[in-house]
T-cell receptor, first 110, second 111 residues
Framework: QKEVEQNSGPLSVPEGAIASLNCTYSDRGSQSFFWYRQYSGKSPELIMS????GDKEDGRFTAQLNKASQYVSLLIRDSQPSDSATYLCAVLHNDYKLSFGAGTTVTVRA | DVKVTQSSRYLVKRTGEKVFLECVQD?????MFWYRQDPGLGLRLIYFSYDVKMKEKGDIPEGYSVSREKKERFSLILESASTNQTSMYLC??????????FGQGTRLTVV
């Protein structure tokens, strides 16, 4: 079982719609969770971090964490063409090891 | 501004060569990482280090080694480069519970 799994995508949404990205993780003791965005040819950049159960909102982005279900998600509201990128879920295990999912590629259609 | 700097953006090496990829961070972070990224596979962890001279194998350490002699520098070594090590290599650093910051990446081609 992979440590971090994401819905495979690619995901295509019309401009203005909500994009929903999902991620599950295997280590129940994981404490810190991150969503990164990566444009083609660029390095990943942080969008959101979340550490406790529930929702965390930052502008058009909302991260949701459910530790009992070992599930973390990212919602992008009012999707814009500039949101077209690969989104990577990352989970911190044992305070040191940071593991990533394979990523979900999102395309926002104008 | 936080900074993680990788020594080369593009590198072409021959099969069997010993290859060094260098990474330097200026944020006094304890933890440093080396990942490789291949299409469809996301970021796969090769090695990480949580302190000077300390290292841990990641998920795909075979064919690689690392060195961390100083806190700010983490080197990835390909002992004998092979064509299946052609990839994008990303270095990252972090501290505490914070996010990781990435270097600009090194695209390595082994011919």
């Amino acid at each position: 079982q992979k440590e971090v799994e994401q819905n495979s995508g690619p995901l295509s949404v019309p401009e203005g719609a909500i994009a929903s990205l999902n991620c599950t993780y295997s280590d129940r003791g994981s404490q810190s969770f991150f969503w990164y965005r990566q444009y083609s040819g660029k390095s990943p950049e942080l969008i959101m971090s979340i550490y406790s159960n529930g929702d965390k909102e930052d502008g058009r982005f909302t991260a949701q964490l459910n530790k009992a279900s070992q599930y973390v998600s990212l919602l992008i509201r009012d999707s814009q063409p500039s949101d077209s990128a690969t989104y990577l879920c990352a989970v911190l295990h044992n305070d040191y090891k940071l593991s990533f999912g394979a990523g979900t590629t999102v395309t926002v259609r104008a | 501004d936080v900074k993680v700097t990788q020594s080369s953006r593009y590198l072409v090496k021959r099969t069997g060569e010993k290859v060094f990829l260098e990474c330097v961070q200026d944020m006094d972070h304890e933890n440093m990482f080396w990942y490789r990224q291949d299409p469809g596979l996301g970021l796969r962890l090769i090695y990480f280090s949580y302190d000077v001279k300390m290292k841990e194998k990641g998920d795909i350490p075979e064919g690689y080694s690392v060195s961390r002699e100083k806190k700010e520098r983490f080197s990835l070594i390909l002992e004998s480069a092979s064509t299946n090590q052609t990839s994008m290599y990303l270095c990252a650093s972090r501290s505490g519970q914070s996010e990781a910051f990435f270097g600009q990446g090194t695209r390595l081609t082994v011919v």
